[in-house]
């Protein structure tokens, strides 16, 4: 069984910096496509960013320029180093793994902008 575990989460000043990881359990993590997504209160959940088992590479136009994604199959575990925070970036950040016949989702982990 497949699961996901977000971590590094938290609060930081604008301009900061925070680095989230998303482990996976379960096999054939390197085929597998990994995102990140967030949705503040009131808003729907959309997409930050995702790369494919590929090393293809997606951003929303939001955050291209601050956010980094990345991925160490040797660790099983997807990043998303997100620098010059700003207080629109305060969400729920959620990770996603697709593949053939799977699409997860982690519990989230809470992002807060503001000084």
């Known amino acids: 069984q497949v699961q996901l575990v977000e971590s590094g989460g938290g609060l930081v000043q604008p301009g900061g910096s925070l680095r989230l990881s998303c482990a996976a359990s379960?096999?054939?993590?390197?085929?597998?496509?990994m995102g990140w997504y967030r949705q503040a209160p009131g808003n729907q959940r959309e997409l930050v960013a995702t790369i494919s088992g590929g090393l293809r590479v997606n951003y929303a136009d939001s955050v291209k320029g601050r956010f980094t994604i990345s991925r160490d199959n040797a660790k099983n575990t997807v990043y998303l180093q997100m620098n010059n925070l700003k207080p629109e970036d305060t969400a729920v950040y959620y990770c996603?793994?697709?593949?053939?016949?799977?699409?997860?989702w982690g519990q989230g982990t809470q992002v807060t902008v503001s000084s």
């Open positions: 996603n793994l697709v593949r053939v016949g799977l699409d997860l």
């Open positions: 379960g096999s054939f993590f390197s085929i597998s496509a």
